[in-house]
């Protein structure tokens, strides 16, 4: 390991330890850029709007505290100069009746610091993490393609606790150490100004200690929370995908990594260790070198008869409680600094900004009939220079069923992803009946929309809950209809608990023909006028693809259905065919049509011959078409 440079370098504070030796930057979880700590402190400070009247209170006990310890440690001078000394016990019972109720104070206000404190920083720590939740649900789906969902975890848990130290219980610790010096320095001043004064020679010195310290440890306490971040991100992906790790034995490699930066968060936290183990010590030494020379001198003014004994213990107890405030603001800096680390990271989370927002004042039409068109789209991913939809021009009107099909990478699933509007064209425009998707609210759009998607998603809860959450406020006879039509009733009434069955984890416990007919009756329940299904029969074997075919067709029927495939013989029932290349459009008609005048489409379906699928859905039953609506004059001229 000679000659890396690790994060806890006095000389280079800010270098970066992969955990690997080489130097390089870490590829897992990038570091969050520095924010001052005025600035940190102004922007949690608003969370803090539930509890602040409970905030005075809070004072008021970190105040008095100081106080009934001092009376305490009083008493006790009282006791050696006015009882042991002169031999009179007459007044040991009322010193002892007082000492006991300054014990039950001390008492009572403790208890009433820790519960207080608890509840203001438990409501600090509800709002917080539940506006960071809020936020990060309102983020693009682009954010969450290029983050790691471990590192968001750690920032959603760990980090929201740490912010609550940094503003709250930290700075609360801080009222009570200057309370505490200002009561034990004004009874020292009261005993012996001269004295005291003696014993506040050093305290510069923990201030320069601390400050010495403060940069590093800040330092070392921002790499700490990013290699958690990282530690985390690794887990959840390793985890989340098991069965790949398992299948091709990738144990060994994943356990290196995850143990590569775990020894990185390894460092990063001996780091951090390292320089408060050994600003403890140091801070300590001048504790003792203050307190030797004080109970020096003191004891040079016992023997000269002008400090009396109970004076004299006095003065060492109340200076041993100096030192722990004195000692406690300059560790609490050092504090402060480890939590702004994580701090940082929450502000940088609630700094991204979605690329997809409501418009200023959004258009609210009528429901409409589910007519889909895209005009002229050009779209490119962001960070990325190529094109992925370049003039993708074509409509589904409402009751046709079109498909989207073509190679992998032609674009099939970015136009549903814009549909959808997780992303805005660059140029052109995605339009339902007739409305620049732009212009309607992200939540009146997607109510229009159902979605099955390949990766049947379905959340650890019941069958009943699976089936709600396509529409929120479904009774149970909607639920129980939408099953019908899925073809779920039947399996879902035999299992141990029929609709109250906990599915498990990613519905771990259906098979995958059954979770597709639950995400059936989910879209079934919804009842939305726009049906997107992107390769609904991707996964599954053929007779679960066959069964699956006729809730399709139920569901799709009557709706403006765009179908997403690569396999062109589940969509040759289609009434278009739209056949996307490298990210135009290639060719556009029916499965006939295309037949005859596309060789690249005829090859495709060759290919698809040559490994069969399922049996395509059936069509919606027959009917006339309407016409197209028009467009409304601002979206006529654009």
């Known amino acids: 390991m000679a000659g890396t440079k690790h994060v806890w370098s006095l000389r280079r504070p800010t270098a970066v330890d992969t955990g690997d030796g080489d130097g390089r930057a870490d590829p897992v979880v990038a570091p969050a850029p520095a924010v001052p700590l005025r600035r940190t402190f102004g922007r949690f400070w608003p969370y803090t709007r539930g509890g602040r009247r409970w905030l005075a209170l809070l004072l008021g006990f970190v105040l008095l505290g100081p106080v009934v310890d001092a009376a305490a440690i009083w008493l006790f001078k009282v006791v050696v100069d006015e009882v042991l000394v002169p031999h009179r016990l007459g007044l040991f019972l009322p010193i002892a009746l007082g000492y ?27 709002a917080l993490r539940s506006d960071v939740f809020r936020h990060l649900q309102g983020l693009s789906l682009g954010f969450f393609e290029r ?38 320095l004004g009874v020292l001043f009261y005993l012996r100004w001269d ?53 091709y034995n990738r144990q060994g490699w994943e356990q ?27 801070v300590e030494m001048l504790e003792l070198v203050g307190a030797l020379v004080v109970l020096g ?39 402060f600094y480890s939590a702004a680390a994580a701090a940082e990271r929450i502000i940088e989370l ?15 039409p009528p429901r409409g009939r589910g007519a889909v068109a895209f005009d002229g789209v050009w779209f490119r991913y962001p960070g990325t220079t190529r094109v992925a939809l370049y003039d993708v021009s074509f409509r589904a009107e409402p009751g046709e069923t079109v498909a989207l099909v073509g190679e992998s990478g032609a674009g099939k699933s970015t136009a549903a992803k814009l549909l959808l509007r997780f992303y805005d064209p660059e140029r052109g425009a995605v339009r339902l009946d007739g409305f620049d998707l732009r212009e309607l609210a992200l939540t009146d759009l997607r109510e229009r929309i159902a979605v099955l998607l390949q990766e049947t998603l379905v959340i650890h809860g019941t069958v009943r809950e699976n089936i709600a959450y396509g529409r929120p406020g479904a009774t149970d006879a909607q639920i129980v209809a939408a099953a019908q039509a899925a073809d779920a009733d039947e399996f879902v009434r035999r299992l141990p608990q029929g609709y109250d069955t906990v599915v498990g984890q990613h519905g771990r416990l259906l098979s995958g023909g059954q979770r597709q007919r639950i995400a059936i009756a989910r879209a ?61 459009v290639a060719a556009c008609g029916t499965h006939a ?30 009917r006339p078409a309407p016409p197209p609506a028009p467009l409304p004059q601002s979206q006529a001229s654009r």
């Open 593 to 622: 049509e295309l037949l005859a005048r596309d060789d690249g489409y005829a090859r495709l379906v060759r290919l698809a011959q040559a490994d069969p699928a399922p049996d395509a859905p059936p069509p919606a039953p027959p």
């Open 256 to 282: 290196e990594r995850f143990e590569r930066e775990s020894l990185a968060r390894f460092r990063a936290t001996m780091a951090a260790t390292r320089l408060r183990a050994l600003f403890a010590p140091i």
């Open 350 to 364: 609630l700094d991204q900004r979605p690329q997809v927002a409501d418009p200023p004042v959004p258009l609210r």
């Open 524 to 584: 079934m329940v919804r009842d939305a006028p726009v049906l997107l299904l992107d390769e609904p029969t991707t996964g599954l074997d053929a007779e679960s693809g066959r069964r699956i075919l006729e809730p399709l067709g139920r569901l799709m029927s009557g709706r403006t259905t765009i179908i997403i495939s690569h396999n062109l013989l589940t969509v040759r029932n289609a009434d278009r065919i739209v056949l996307l290349r490298d990210g135009c």
């Open 100 to 126: 006991a109720g300054l014990t039950l104070a001390a008492g009572g206000l403790r208890f009433a610091d820790e519960t207080t404190s608890a509840w203001v920083s438990e409501r600090f720590l509800l």
């Open 147 to 184: 983050r790691r969902l471990g590192d968001v975890l750690s920032r959603l848990t760990a980090d929201v606790e740490a912010v609550e130290t940094f503003l709250l219980s930290g700075v609360l610790d801080a009222v009570a150490y200057v309370a505490e010096l200002a009561v034990f």
């Open 195 to 247: 004295l005291a004064a003696t014993a506040l020679l050093v305290a510069p010195l923990f201030w320069l200690t601390a400050r010495r310290f403060s940069a590093r440890v800040r330092a070392a306490s921002r790499e700490r929370r990013r290699r958690s971040g990282s530690v985390s991100a690794l887990a959840e992906e390793t985890l989340g995908n098991i069965a790949l790790v398992q299948a």
């Open 297 to 335: 001198l003191g004891a040079w003014e016992l023997a000269r008869g002008r400090l009396t004994l109970g004076e004299l213990l006095v003065f060492v107890a109340l200076l041993g409680r100096l030192y722990g405030p004195i000692r406690g603001i300059s560790r609490l800096s050092n504090g």
